[in-house]
């Protein structure tokens, strides 16, 4: 079982930065390859990027590819999310999610989520 609690979110203006973090606790974080997404309201949740257990792999949506990377600690047992270049539609509440497999984009393969941090980017 693992927890998983995201910060960092808020408001910022478009072109702005913002960082997330998402902290594991229960069981060590480094067996998981972990994943961000994020859902808009009336949207569906959707892909935004993914890292292997050891951190070598990185995955990335075409929307926020060279505007937003992921990476980890594994001795903190935490995932970062940093968004630079950020617009408006980059809004939305964005997951923290862990699988106990090979990093995907499918939300329906992660086995935990946190709770969520809003994200809101004004024009």
């Known amino acids: 079982q693992v927890q998983l609690v995201e910060s960092g979110g808020g408001l910022v203006q478009a072109g702005g930065s913002l960082r997330l973090s998402c902290a594991a606790s229960?069981?060590?974080?480094?067996?998981?390859?972990m994943g961000w997404f994020r859902q808009a309201p009336g949207k569906e949740r959707e892909f935004v990027a993914a890292i292997s257990r050891g951190g070598s792999g990185t995955y990335y949506a075409d929307s926020v590819k060279g505007r937003f990377t992921i990476s980890r600690d594994n001795a903190k047992n935490t995932v970062s999310l940093q968004m630079n270049s950020l617009k408006p539609e980059d809004t939305a509440v964005y997951y923290c999610?862990?699988?106990?497999?090979?990093?995907?984009?499918?939300?329906?393969?992660?086995?935990?989520w946190g709770q969520g941090t809003q994200v809101t980017v004004s024009s």
């Open positions: 999610a862990a699988k106990n497999s090979l990093p995907s984009t499918r939300s329906g393969s992660y086995d935990y």
């Open positions: 229960g069981r060590t974080s480094s067996n998981y390859s």
